[in-house]
């Protein structure tokens, strides 16, 4: 399955990644821009220089008593020189040079206006009718370097600004997300105990119409199971009369017909009676279950309900000696769970474990750490089997009658409560048995099915 992409991330990445890309963008157009007014400015240097020294050079060289000497410029003090000068007649012999002048880095004819070599930028200017020129020369070394020092400080907030441009963008995104992943965790608490519409207060513009149509759907979906419960809750209802005045007219049917062929079909028909009085009373609860209404809103002790269930199973033919109740080692067993919910789990996981488990054999209620555990004698259930027995009217491999409904009741009221229902065999600490153990649910979630059923 292929991992889905987070918008968040994706969002954060490319407003980040597209405002690098654009400063890069703008760095370098800047970069150009720079280049070209440095190129503007030192020529307009070159230019300036050249024709401001020209005369002086000019008075200097005529005022000579030997005008073709070459004369060198001493400097008042040392320092770095950009800028260096020839001063050079129209047959090119040097009259006069600055002291940094290096006469192998200019042409050998001197020409007025601009011109490069490899590696220097050159302006000429001339004077007396072109016998004297003077060509004033600049490192294009110079000029890449003013130019790169001028793009480095565009460059090195460059460094600082991606990060923080990145980190922002993930705020922002994460912020405006916000509302959505309050959306969409209203959607995944809701379940079959709360249908009620989520908000939409708050929410995108962008993301409004697929809230509406989640509410819409819910609305439907709340209306299709209300519509499924309330045909089996009246169904069982409904049948419970006629089924115990069926009942009634058979036992007396049976008490007043004669041995024989007679009297063992009517005891037939009443072992087919109590089954489906059975079955309606099962149906009762599983409506009971999916309906919601699991949660109380004040915490209750189960164990003295706990006690009771197994005192009254006791007392039936199946439990008589079948069944112990391990309490807590020290106090009770506090939780939201409805006690009415909690008593119908707890009797269909022990009525399962005496009519399901071996004949004779011993039935083991424990509570621990907010579980509830009970545990029968009997052969290993397969794994495929504990994956199906959970579903309506689902029966493992068992000759005891029942309705296939009671571990259906009991994961219903589980998952509605916001607990957990959990089926292993062989049970804890033995080598064969089933066991069914209940975890009630945590603080947190208590308190939100609590909200759930207020």
Known sequence: MRRAVSLQRRLGLGLALGVSALWLAAMLAAGLVIRHEFDEAFDSALQEIAQRLLPLAAIDIMGRENQLAEALVAPLAEHEEFLTYLVRDEEGRILLRSHGADPELFPETPSPGFHETATHRLYGESAISGTITIEVAEPLEHRREATWEAVSALLVPLVVLVPLSLLGALWLVRASL?????????????????????????????????????????????????????????SAHELRTPVAAALAQTQRLIAEAPEGPLRQRAARIEAQLHRLARLSEKLMQLARAEGGGLVSEVPHDLVPVLAHLVEEMEGTPDGRGRIRLSPPSQGGLLSHLDPDAFAILMRNLMENALRHGKPGGRAEVGVSDRAVRVANEGAVVSPETIAAIKGRFARGTTAATGSGLGLAIADAIAAGSGGSLELRSPASGMADGFEAIFRLPDGAAERQNEEVGA
């Open 178 to 234: 916000r509302p959505l992943r309050s959306f969409t965790g209203e959607i995944e608490n809701r379940g079959a105990a709360d249908l009620s519409p989520v908000p939409v207060e708050g929410v995108p513009a962008e993301i409004a119409p697929v809230a509406e149509a989640v509410n819409r759907l819910i609305n439907r979906l709340r209306r299709v199971l209300e519509a499924e419960r309330s045909f089996s809750a009246n």
